[in-house]
């Protein structure tokens, strides 16, 4: 799954990233910036579910951060994610 990414970080600009895979609690993109461990901000990226382009944002703790090549390997616990959500990741997933 490669779609665009933002991530909005507490105190943060938004900033630019790329999905590389997703799990029905959890997303992990490639990002420009280092991240520490256990921040929390809002991630949002695209998904295409039945042949429509929506939107998905959750509020997101990182997991791990990995330096790979000229970018970090982000990876993101959902928290709390709402019911329309989950339902959205969960028909991609299908």
Do not use: W
């Not at 507490?10 to 997703?22: A, E, V, Y």
């Not at 959890?26 to 039945?50: C, H, I, P, Q, R």
């Not at 959750?58 to 982000?74: A, P, T």
């Amino acid at each position: 799954m490669r779609s665009k990414a933002v991530v909005v970080m507490d105190g943060m600009s938004p900033k630019m990233g790329r999905t590389l895979d997703i799990s029905a609690t959890g997303v992990s993109l490639t990002f420009d910036n280092k991240l520490a461990t256990g921040e929390v901000g809002m991630v949002s990226f695209e998904l295409f579910v039945e042949g429509k382009a929506q939107i998905v944002s959750c509020q997101s703790r990182v997991n791990y951060c990995i330096f790979s090549g000229d970018h970090f390997k982000i990876g993101f616990q959902f928290m709390n994610p709402d019911l329309a959500t989950m339902a959205t990741i969960n028909k991609f997933l299908r």
